[in-house]
């Protein structure tokens, strides 16, 4: 099983520059949905959103497809 958000605090700590200030959060997690909140440093928000959102676009993509197995819909804020 797909633990997704190890899986996204794995990816957002490969980007950053302070890997330690990633917190990921489970905000909710119903059957359906799974709502995940990415905490990065300040100085490091900018980098994990990306030129125009790509990389968190990015992100969320392939966090969708790991959860394809859990047949669960993933959310992901970043903070």
Same mark, same amino acid.
């Given at each position: 099983?797909?633990?997704?958000? /190890?899986?996204?605090?794995? $990816?957002?700590?490969?980007?950053?520059?302070?890997?330690?200030?990633?917190?990921? !959060? %489970?905000?909710?997690? +119903?059957?359906?949905? !799974? !709502?995940?909140?990415? %905490?990065?440093?300040?100085?490091?928000?900018?980098?994990?959103?990306?030129?125009?959102?790509? $990389?968190?676009?990015? $992100? /969320?993509?392939?966090?969708? +497809?790991?959860? +394809?197995?859990?047949?669960?819909?993933? +959310?992901?804020?970043?903070?």
């Amino acid at each position: 099983m797909v633990d997704v958000s /190890r899986a996204l605090a794995n $990816i957002a700590k490969a980007i950053v520059d302070d890997p330690d200030q990633v917190n990921v !959060i %489970v905000k909710e997690e +119903t059957e359906s949905q !799974i !709502i995940l909140e990415l %905490v990065v440093a300040p100085d490091d928000m900018g980098k994990v959103i990306g030129k125009q959102g790509r $990389i968190a676009k990015a $992100i /969320r993509q392939l966090l969708k +497809t790991a959860s +394809t197995s859990l047949n669960k819909k993933v +959310t992901v804020d970043i903070r």
